[in-house]
């Protein structure tokens, strides 16, 4: 089928990894990628053959990354792909939840829908850079947690199409 996989804990030890590509075909089991060894990594995703689109089995052991990139030619990002458990909490004062997964996300042109619950407990993203100049389709539970805000970046001269979009508005 053309797919790989990477097994639990493969690279919890490289604590000095950078950069890593890898073919949207890939199966990375969950722990793969850990905090220590992705926290300040860029995962670049890239389209290989009729593979195109980004489903859950590959997100879930890369959610470690800082950095997200799709690479132009992905053209989905399938339900749960990197869903994130619920984070653990800091009892200070108050409780305060600790944030996961990356904290920015580059979406291609060629991208036309994020699934439900795509980047579900991604509490840390403060920034999504969108390249594509039309609004895509986003499943409203794309990113299910209150109070999320996160600054988007959109091509030059598309800014008014996102700001009366349905999705990106909020």
Same mark, same amino acid.
Not at 34 to 58: C, F, M, Q
Not at 146 to 154: C, D, I, M, R
């Given at each position: $089928?053309?797919?790989? @996989? ?47 689109? /980004? ?10 990354? $800082?950095?997200? /990139? ?18 653990? /909490? ?26 439900? #619950?795509?980047?579900?407990?991604? @509490? ?42 349905? #999705?990106?508005?909020?």
């Amino acid at each position: $089928k053309g797919e790989f @996989t990477i097994a639990s804990n493969a690279f919890s030890k490289c604590s000095n990894l950078e950069s890593v590509t890898l073919p949207a075909s890939t199966i990375i089991e969950e722990g793969a990628f850990d905090l220590n060894s992705a926290r300040n990594a860029e995962l670049k995703i890239v389209p290989t053959g009729n593979y195109t689109s /980004v489903e859950s089995t590959l997100g879930k052991g890369a959610t470690g990354f $800082k950095k997200i /990139v799709f690479d132009e030619g992905i053209s989905s990002i399938g339900p749960n792909a990197f869903e994130i458990e619920a984070s653990p /909490v800091i009892v200070s004062p108050r409780p305060i939840p600790l944030a996961n997964g990356p904290t920015s996300i580059v979406l291609p042109s060629t991208l036309g829908f994020i699934d439900a #619950y795509a980047f579900r407990g991604c @509490t840390a993203i403060q920034d999504i850079t969108v390249n594509n100049e039309t609004p895509l389709a986003v499943d409203e539970n794309a990113y299910p947690f209150t109070g999320f805000t996160a600054s988007l970046n959109v091509p030059t001269g598309s800014k008014q199409n996102y700001l009366y979009h349905t #999705y990106w508005i909020s």
